[in-house]
């Protein structure tokens, strides 16, 4: 059963401390994506790439975040420093781009708590 | 632009009893079109999508889903609801020519036993 998996699935952090959250999208997935969900804000679209190429970026606080794919199977978000704002769930997806397979399959997420 | 509307916040059914949670959509051109289920403490699942074709779509745990081009609906419904269903259901459409799908803000069903 094919999955896509996060790792660490809690971290908290103090303030202005560097986090990494890592993702391992499905086998022959060529779209990964980040979002962010918060109470407030529900579910935000951080960043996504296609065949290991970053496509769209606009949802991340520049200054502080970034997002890698360094190969095939590992995607790596990171905040450098963190925030307490910067506290929720962070997901990450994997899909198929294709005609008829747009659907997006979901980690379990990271819960990030910056102190 | 592309959007999708979920009218409702929360939605409570008593159990054995039908569920409608509803969706509407916003798109340019053809809609391709999701639902997504979130359980506590865990990410979102795929339950089912519309592409093309029949207008009924059946989908994961029984769920099945009614796309009504006329009224750019789509809502998710399921004949008879079980407490196992409550969960914060998730409406998306994918951004035309894109591989982004933009989500709803949620419903969260509650099934009364």
């Known amino acids: 059963d094919a999955r896509v998996t996060q790792t660490p699935r809690h971290k908290v952090t103090e303030m202005g401390q560097e986090v990494t959250m890592r993702c391992q999208p499905i086998?022959?997935?060529?779209?990964v994506f980040w979002y962010r969900q918060t109470m407030m804000q529900g579910l935000e679209l951080l960043a996504y790439?296609?065949?290991?190429?970053?496509?769209?970026d606009s949802g991340m606080p520049k200054d502080r975040f970034s997002a890698e794919m360094p190969d095939a199977t590992l995607a790596t978000l990171k905040i450098q420093p963190s925030e307490p704002r910067d506290s929720a769930v962070y997901f990450c997806?994997?899909?198929?781009?294709?005609?008829?397979?747009?659907?997006?399959?979901f980690g379990p997420g990271t819960r990030l708590t910056v102190t | 632009a592309q959007s999708v509307a979920q009218p409702e916040d929360q939605v409570n059914v008593a159990e054995g009893n039908p569920l409608t949670v509803k969706c509407t959509y916003s798109v340019s051109g053809n809609p391709y079109l999701f639902w997504y289920v979130q359980y506590p403490n865990r990410g979102l699942q795929f339950l089912l999508k519309y592409i093309t074709g029949d207008n009924l779509v059946k989908g994961s745990y029984g769920f099945e889903a009614e796309f009504n081009k006329s009224q750019t609906s789509f809502h998710l419904k399921k004949p008879s609801a079980l407490v196992s269903d409550s969960a914060l259901y998730f409406c998306?459409?994918?951004?035309?020519?894109?591989?982004?799908?933009?989500f709803g803000k949620g419903t969260r069903l509650h099934i009364l036993p």
């Open positions: 790439f296609r065949n290991r190429a970053p496509l769209d």
């Open positions: 998306a459409v994918r951004v035309y020519r894109d591989d982004k799908i933009i």
């Open positions: 997806a994997s899909g198929f781009s294709g005609r008829t397979s747009y659907e997006q399959y």
């Open positions: 086998l022959g997935h060529n779209t």
